[in-house]
């Protein structure tokens, strides 16, 4: 019980799911797909989003970027 409290107060510092950190003893299939579709969306998108900026920033050449012509995006599937 000690290891399981443990687990939900690291799962809450760090926005994470509970299942993220190995206690899936409440998780369905469906509660596991929503709940990782949750996680993209409200923890990992923003440094996703940032990731793909600093890439159009930093790797592409000005008439790259003033052309729009090339973008940056993850594959989240």
Same mark, same amino acid.
Not at 2 to 14: G, L, P, Y
């Given at each position: ?18 299942h ?11 509660? /596991?797909?929503?709940?990782? &579709?949750?996680?993209?969306? !409200?923890?990992l998108? #923003? ?12 790797? /592409?050449s000005?008439?790259? &970027?003033?052309?729009?012509? !090339?973008?940056?995006? #993850?594959?989240?599937?």
């Open positions: 019980e000690t290891r399981r409290e443990q687990r939900r107060d690291v799962a809450s510092w760090f926005n994470l799911p509970l993220k950190l190995g206690d899936d003893s409440q998780s369905s299939y469906n509660s /596991l797909e929503v709940e990782n &579709q949750s996680y993209l969306d !409200h923890s998108s #923003h440094w996703l989003e940032t990731i793909a900026a600093e890439c159009w920033m930093k790797l /592409l000005k008439p790259e &970027q003033d052309e729009d012509t !090339h973008f940056f995006e #993850h594959n989240t599937g």
